[in-house]
């Protein structure tokens, strides 16, 4: 598997947090950071940042992400937002099936093919989400667990769809805990995702996929996860709520 066939991409997942002063006051001091960076930089905000972050962005290098995206493209669907929506205002990536959503908002491998299936039909770039829970990883069912949320999230989806698809590998238990994965054990999942999506697809579609890490990564670990063979670059939450932080992931990822 040869990574220099993949872009590394550092994803913020800023969850819900920032008002639009605070969102505005954060891409400012982060763009010159980044500038330059040798990864793609994408911020994932409220939906209620978006049209900020859109704005504060412009001229960067920075992209801009919604944090989900519903499977319709219009309806009786209150408090969702459709992923036309979100291309319709400029967004590029959306964030789909991030455990938050599986675990607090019933959000299952069935809906989360649905809202990839929509956010690619939409012209966006979908980051999916998948990841085992703690004791899914001590009854050592970690790759069935990891393996069959792959399959079910990219059924139906072609060899072109896989563009526009990075995955992140976010284990459960590293997310917000402090508690991070070793650099072994992300790099070992990521390869088996990528066995996976080899058997699914072939290898040059395996080779060509961007998937990341995500849980508890950070400006003193970044190092060491994103030289991993297999992983290629982390959507990180709390590191970027923090400018200097996430610069520093940023330019770990991007050596
Ligand atoms: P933390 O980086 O805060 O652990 O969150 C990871 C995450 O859930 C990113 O989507």
New binding site residues.
């Given amino acids: 598997m040869n990574k220099a066939l993949r872009k590394a991409v550092i994803a913020g997942?800023w969850k819900m947090n920032k008002t639009r002063p605070e969102a505005k006051a954060l891409i400012g001091e982060l763009a010159p950071l980044v500038k330059g960076a040798g990864c793609d930089v994408v911020i994932c905000v409220p939906y209620t940042n978006l049209e900020t972050a859109l704005e504060a962005t412009r001229g960067t290098d920075i992209k801009v992400g919604a944090e989900n995206c519903h499977w319709a493209p219009s309806g009786a669907f209150t408090g969702e937002i459709s992923a036309e929506m979100l291309a319709e205002l400029g967004v590029e990536y959306v964030?789909v099936g991030?455990?938050?959503r599986r675990q607090y908002f019933g959000e299952t491998d069935e809906t989360v093919n649905k809202r990839t299936r929509a956010a690619l039909d939409a012209g966006l770039k979908v980051i999916l989400?998948v990841g085992e829970l703690l004791h899914q990883r001590e009854a050592g069912i970690t790759e069935e667990v990891v393996g069959l949320q792959t399959k079910i999230a990219l059924a139906g989806m072609t060899k072109e769809d896989l563009k526009n698809i990075i995955i992140?590998y976010?284990p459960v238990w590293?997310?917000?805990?402090g508690k991070t994965a070793t650099a072994a054990q992300a790099n070992e999942v990521n390869h088996y995702i990528r066995t996976v999506v080899q058997k699914l697809y072939d290898k040059a579609a395996a080779d060509a996929m961007t998937i990341q890490y995500?849980?508890?990564?950070n400006a003193a670990n970044a190092d060491e996860l994103t030289a991993q063979p297999d992983v290629d670059g982390g959507?990180?939450?709390?590191?970027s709520l923090k400018a200097a932080d996430f610069a520093a992931i940023v330019k770990a990822a991007g050596r």
Avoid: F, P, R, V
Avoid at 174 to 177: E, F, M, P, S, V
Avoid at 214 to 217: D, Y
């Fill in positions: 997942n964030i991030h455990s938050e989400c992140a976010e590293a997310i917000g805990t995500g849980g508890s990564m959507l990180i939450g709390g590191a």
